[in-house]
């Protein structure tokens, strides 16, 4: 591989035009000396180089001078001093130092060129963020030139606030510059901080709410926790000790009056190492009462809670009054299911509960039970769209419903007979199976008759002709019945395979002695073959039968006219016994709970499986494997809950624990129910480094609204802020994206940022109130040497104990050029002095 180099390549273009002049008019030019005189000075125009190898340093020192360092700035900068000594005159030192971002205070240069004494002009980097990434990018940027062995030294206690140091370090490497670290930090820091204050955004006047302190030290001390609202106490100073590693958390119970937003403050009088992250804040925003539309039949456990919970207004309907749900809907911001089967909702008023919830930002919470979900037959409704879980759809049925024709059916009751009842109470379950499903009808009486063989479910019209043919004759043969009924279908495919027998007894003695003595039960098991057994009169012979082999699934229907709710009562069962989940089991929460925050769950003796849908948040499950107990979801612009399990009964009993069951329902009707805004409006704020970006999201009926002139207010916090910032700050938002509106704003100070939100000629629409906080420069003291490490290895540097340990670091050989274009002008110089010297020579020699 040639040394030599040119840094002008192009300029030796003239070399073939010389020649190519010299062979033309080499006469008049002149000789060979003055040729070769030219062919050097176009090889020096050319900047000629030869490469070669040095071991020179270029070395610069970043000094972390953030606020987690405590620095002692003049004893660090004097000791950075001392370590710049000892390079060479050759090599090249310089100094940056950061914070919130780089400073460059000593670009790199000669070591004997930079001031014996170093002192920094005043603060030149912000302290309240570490951005070591920043610093190592700017570092590699000042050390260019490579042919030095390029050194960037770090001084840093590694607690980095922002950017990626490591792949910066990486980057450096890539280009040639090596990273090394050397740990400096404080030693044991005594330090207390508010380490969270949280409360809930929005709340109802009137209702309890809870904020939470979390408090953490770095030794053992004493504190004064002061907990004021708007500036003013609302708890006497607390006395607290707090012990490293063990967080103190306290928890405080308020609730507000009026409407408006409160600014809530915890502090902390304490005599630490660390003034700045003695205190947060909180802003809690108080809105109306919250009017919950309850559907429920009776009046049940938690519609009585709720209703005694301030500035919450329930208006209950009951099961004569569902079908009046959907025009009460305008004027709610929840609805709750509960115990509510979907065949008492017409699908108009379900698809219009749905788009209630998804337009217009409103609540619906779903409470379990056996008339809810799958049981309740939502399946595939407008509703489960809403629910953020999926009901499960029957398994398929064969049913056989075994009707008693003797002559006792005929028997008036009311206005109707027995056998009027039972037919009615017939053709409503078949007309709840679907087109999967299979069934049959057998008629009893002295011995069983196949009216309709089990298969295809009947159309309404042969099914009620069918009926309308059986007529009350005989004796009552329940054997016989039995017997039948249980050989029609044990060869059935279906997964449930059941027969629902309605009869009013009247056996005799001998026919209760042969059905005692048969093993009809067992055969009736075997066969997978179920029996639910509906008894509608008082013959104590056939009540302890029929008791006997359906067990629980025999009934004593006193009044023929309740048997077409008894029959899909029953149906219902058969249909979902697996999805009714009875038995205690362990309820488990999951991590970062928002509606169950705070509540332990119990256990669970009852439940009906769903399957949380993939977007669904599951705070609670039960089960193996889990099945969702209390989900929710975000459902367009409203959200939706869904509760498995009931309220007040003896599947929830042991699910609650002290205060579980109030705490956890008011949160999930404050983070369910619609808040007292402008429909269709949100609005969040999010913090980034000195700024806070602004976002509202505007919709209607599910269309983004575009084009609006949108503008905000903010009031900034009454803080030391830069003279440039204003207290009030009036901004317009600039749409970014489809229904998407934005605007920064400077949010320098810690304190509460409350934004009011206009859209021109129409007023305002929402408010909104943020808190910035310490930043997390306060949370976290001392090296973190595994960070160190990191940065170091990715920068193919290594971590060093101190500045002392760089004098063992020897120098890389680093490429080097070594500019030689004199040695040619020198050489043309020489050749041309011969050339007129040789000219002179032969002028005198023709003389003489």
């Known amino acids: 591989m040639s040394r030599l180099h ?36 176009c090889a020096a125009v050319a900047r000629p180089q030869w490469a070669t190898e040095t071991r020179r340093a270029a070395r610069l020192y970043a000094l972390d001078v953030s606020g987690s360092q405590f620095l002692d700035t003049p004893k660090a900068l004097a000791a950075v001093r001392r370590s710049m000594a000892d390079l060479g005159g050759e090599d090249r030192a310089g100094l940056l130092v950061f914070g919130e971002a780089p400073y460059v205070f000593v670009p790199p240069t000669r070591p004997g060129a930079i001031a014996a004494e170093l002192s920094l002009p005043g603060q030149p980097v912000r302290p309240d963020a570490t951005d070591i990434a920043e610093a190592i990018r700017t570092g590699a940027q000042q050390l260019g030139d490579a042919s030095f062995d390029r050194q960037l030294i770090l001084l840093s206690d590694g607690r980095q606030t922002r950017g990626d140091a490591e792949r910066e370090a990486a980057l450096a490497a890539d280009g040639g510059v090596r990273v090394f670290a050397v740990p400096v930090g404080p030693g044991d820091v005594a330090d207390a901080r508010v380490a969270l204050l949280r409360a809930p955004a929005r709340v109802r006047v009137g209702e309890a709410f809870a904020v939470e302190v979390e408090l953490a030290a770095t030794a053992a001390m004493a504190a004064t926790l002061e907990f004021t609202r708007d500036g003013a106490d609302i708890r006497e100073p607390q006395l607290v000790t707090l012990e490293p590693g063990m967080p103190r958390r306290l928890v405080v119970q308020d609730r507000l009056d009026a409407p408006g937003t409160r600014v809530y403050e915890a502090r902390l009088a304490v005599a630490d190492r660390c003034a700045d992250n003695n205190s947060a804040q909180a802003a809690v925003q108080a809105e109306g009462a919250t009017r919950v539309l309850y559907l429920a039949p009776g ?104 009707l008693d024709a003797s002559g006792s059916m005929a028997e008036r009751v009311g206005a109707r007979s027995k056998i009027a009842y039972a037919r009615e109470a017939t053709l409503r379950c078949a007309g709840k199976l679907s087109e999967a499903d299979s069934f049959g009808l057998l008629a009893f009486a002295g011995e069983p008759r196949d009216v309709l063989p089990v298969g295809p ?28 009924s249980r050989g029609l279908l044990a060869l059935h495919p279906a997964q449930v395979r059941h027969i629902i027998l309605v009869s009013d007894g009247q056996v005799t003695d001998e026919q209760a002695k ?28 056939a009540v302890g039968l029929l008791k006997d082999i359906a067990g629980a699934s025999f009934q004593l229907v006193e009044d023929p006219s309740n048997l077409p709710a008894v029959f899909l009562e029953e149906l ?21 709970a928002e509606v169950a925050r705070g509540v332990a769950p119990g256990s669970i003796n009852g439940y009906v499986r769903t399957f949380a849908k993939p977007n669904a948040a599951v705070e609670w499950f039960v089960g193996e494997p889990p099945d969702p107990l209390l989900a929710r979801w975000q459902f367009g612009l409203g959200r939706s809950l869904a509760f498995t399990s009931t309220v007040g009964t003896a599947w929830d009993e042991a699910l609650w624990g002290q205060d579980g069951l ?7 009707l404050r983070w369910a129910a619609r808040p007292s805004r402008t429909p269709g409006f949100e609005a969040d704020a999010v913090e980034r480094g000195d700024e806070m970006l602004l976002s509202v999201r505007a919709e209607h009926e599910g269309r983004f609204l575009n084009a609006l002139d949108l503008s905000a207010r903010i009031l900034c916090p009454d803080r030391p802020r830069p003279s440039s ?42 408010t909104l109130s943020v808190v910035k906080n310490y930043a997390r420069e306060w949370e976290s003291f001392g090296v973190d040497l595994s960070a160190l490490e990191a940065v170091a290895r990715n920068g193919k540097g290594r971590v060093l104990a101190g500045l002392d340990e760089l004098r063992t670091i020897e120098p890389k050989a680093a490429p080097a050029r070594a500019d030689i274009a004199w040695l040619f002008l020198a050489a043309a110089l020489a050749l041309f002095v011969a050339h007129v010297a040789c000219h002179v020579a032969r002028t005198r020699q023709m003389k003489v």
């Open 725 to 766: 910032s204003s207290l009030v700050l009036d901004l317009p938002l600039r749409q970014t994206a489809p229904g998407e509106y934005q605007a920064a704003f400077p949010a320098p100070a810690q304190g509460a940022y409350h934004a009011t939100i206009v859209e021109k000629g129409k007023g305002q629409r929402l």
């Open 514 to 541: 042969r059905l005692a003595a048969s093993d009809l039960k067992q055969r009736m098991a075997k066969a997978g073959v179920g029996l639910s057994a509906l008894l509608t009169g008082r013959d104590e012979k």
């Open 457 to 484: 479910v009947p159309k309404p019209d042969r099914l009620s002709g069918l009926l309308d043919d059986i007529e009350p004759h005989g004796p009552t043969e329940l054997e016989a019945a039995l017997e039948r």
């Open 572 to 592: 219902r069962k058969v249909a979902f016994a697996s999805l009714i989940q009875q038995g205690q089991a362990a309820a488990r929460a999951a991590a970062g």
């Open 6 to 41: 040119f840094v002008t390549p192009v300029a030796l273009v003239l070399v073939p035009l010389a020649l190519g002049a010299f062979a033309l008019w080499g006469r008049r030019l002149g000789g060979v000396l003055t040729l070769a005189a030219a062919l050097c000075l």
């Open 662 to 668: 109030s705490r956890l329902w008011a949160q999930a």
């Open 299 to 402: 009046n049940p456990a938690l519609a009585r809670f709720l209703a005694t919970v301030s500035h919450v207004e329930v208006k209950r309907l009951g099961p004569p009054e569902y079908r009046t749900a959907a025009a009460s809907l305008p004027g709610s911001d929840c609805l709750v299911l509960d115990g509510v089967a979907a065949e008492e909702l017409p699908p108009p008023d379900q698809r219009a509960i749905r788009d209630w919830v998804r337009d217009t930002g409103a609540g619906l919470i779903a409470v379990g039970g056996t008339a809810s979900y799958g049981p309740g037959g939502y399946a595939g409704t407008a509703i489960e769209e809403a629910l953020p879980v999926l009901c499960s759809r029957p398994r398929k049925i064969a049913l056989l419903v075994a």
